[in-house]
């Protein structure tokens, strides 16, 4: 009774008590049978789970680069693992020449991963390419799409270039002749975010494109948290 309880609080050793006895209590839950409320006939309820098919990358979420910050840690693979190993890059793939792997070291605090990408020859075949959430990245024509990364590199200035691809069977077979819109831009020694739009003309589109990321010199460089959105997305 509310008494009882009163005269208990008296008390250090007997409101220890008390506090037991309420939390090994039984519960007990009221349900009340029958509609309570009206619901409008415009709602709807959609429910999905992400972490087994990507149900929210790409949708809810307008971002197009899979893996974009190097922390699946496998999860994209067959093989999964808790902890990052140095070829847990999927879905990106290395091309021509490059080596790319994980390795620890970010510019954020709670990023625990980067992506290391080594290119040793001065052409524009060899980097790295992402091919999207869904078996490519969907590419329309006229519209733009918002870019950004944070880049560093190991010594020295080094030119990137990031475009969109529309190939005609695979992102190895031409970098050059797939693609439909390019930016280039200076990375040096310490960690920098890179912005920028890249705009497609009316004819490019390709429901297969790719993202790709080549170093116009021989190079070691570290990039981390990739962005591609189209710019007519919603929010």
């Known amino acids: 009774s509310y008494s009882f309880c009163t005269l208990l609080g008296t008390s250090n050793m007997l409101y220890v008590w008390l506090i037991a006895c309420i939390v090994t209590a039984p519960p007990v839950v009221n ?6 409320f009206d619901v ?16 929210g990358e790409g ?4 971002e197009l680069v899979c893996n974009r910050d190097f922390e699946s840690l496998g999860r994209l ?9 140095p070829e847990d890059i999927s879905p990106w793939f290395p091309i021509g020449g490059a080596r ?4 620890p070291g970010s510019p954020f605090s709670t990023n625990k991963h980067m992506l290391q990408l080594r290119s040793v020859a001065n052409t524009t075949t060899e980097g790295i ?14 519209i733009s799409y918002h870019v950004s990364v944070f880049a560093k590199s190991d010594e020295g200035s080094i030119d990137v270039r990031l475009s969109l691809q529309c190939p005609t069977t695979s992102p190895t077979d031409s970098i050059e002749s797939g693609s439909v819109a390019h930016h280039v831009f200076t990375v040096r020694p310490s960690w920098k975010k890179f912005s920028f739009t890249l705009s497609t003309d009316d004819h490019q589109s390709c429901s297969d494109g790719f993202f790709a990321v080549i170093p ?10 990739f962005s591609l959105r ?5 929010g």
Do not use: C, W
């Open 216 to 225: 116009l010199q021989a190079s070691l460089l570290y990039f981390d948290i």
């Open 100 to 103: 790319a792997s994980v390795i």
């Open 59 to 62: 949708g809810l979420f307008d």
């Open 129 to 142: 390419v992402n091919p999207g959430l869904f078996e490519g990245v969907p590419i329309r024509g006229g």
């Open 31 to 36: 349900v009340k049978y029958g509609r309570q």
């Open 77 to 85: 693979t067959e093989e999964k693992s808790k902890e990052a190993k």
């Open 230 to 234: 189209p710019s007519d997305a919603l």
């Open 40 to 55: 409008n006939q415009q709602m709807y309820g959609l429910s999905h789970d992400p972490e087994h098919n990507h149900g």
